[in-house]
């Protein structure tokens, strides 16, 4: 798995891929009491939350610095199976997170964390 062509540990999983449905609904209620029900098909939005890594101190701030240089710019998503999706980091559900596996109070390069990246599909250029 990899965005653009950084390489993701390889325990990285997309934790979410089911929980989203491509469709947005809204009901409202006439005055008669009948539901007025709306539906439309979505082709992007969906949320991305890949977790499982653990990535070295060095890793976790590269991926950091992806987000934190050019947090708009759509990037590939290349999953393991080869399926790509065009996505932007998802700041709103947090972006790029980590905390230590082992909590340290002198981090060095190699101290390992657990990251969790969230991103949401866009429509390619």
Do not use: C
């Not at 992007?44 to 050019?70: C, E, H, K």
């Not at 590939?76 to 109070?105: K, Q, S």
């Amino acid at each position: 798995m990899q965005i653009d062509t950084t390489e993701l540990n390889e325990q990285t999983v997309w934790e979410n891929e089911f929980d989203w449905a491509p469709v947005a609904q809204s009901t409202e209620t006439s005055i008669g009491g009948v539901p007025d029900i709306q539906a439309r098909s979505l082709s992007y939005g969906q949320p991305i939350r890949l977790t499982n890594g653990w990535y070295s101190r060095v890793d976790f701030l590269a991926l950091r610095d992806m987000q934190n240089s050019a947090p708009t710019i759509k990037r590939t998503l290349t999953l393991n199976d080869a399926t790509t999706h065009t996505v932007v980091f998802d700041i709103e559900a947090g972006g790029v997170t980590g905390a230590p596996v082992y909590p340290t109070t002198n981090p060095t390069a190699d101290t390992l964390y657990a990251v969790t990246i969230n991103l949401k599909t866009v429509e390619p250029d």
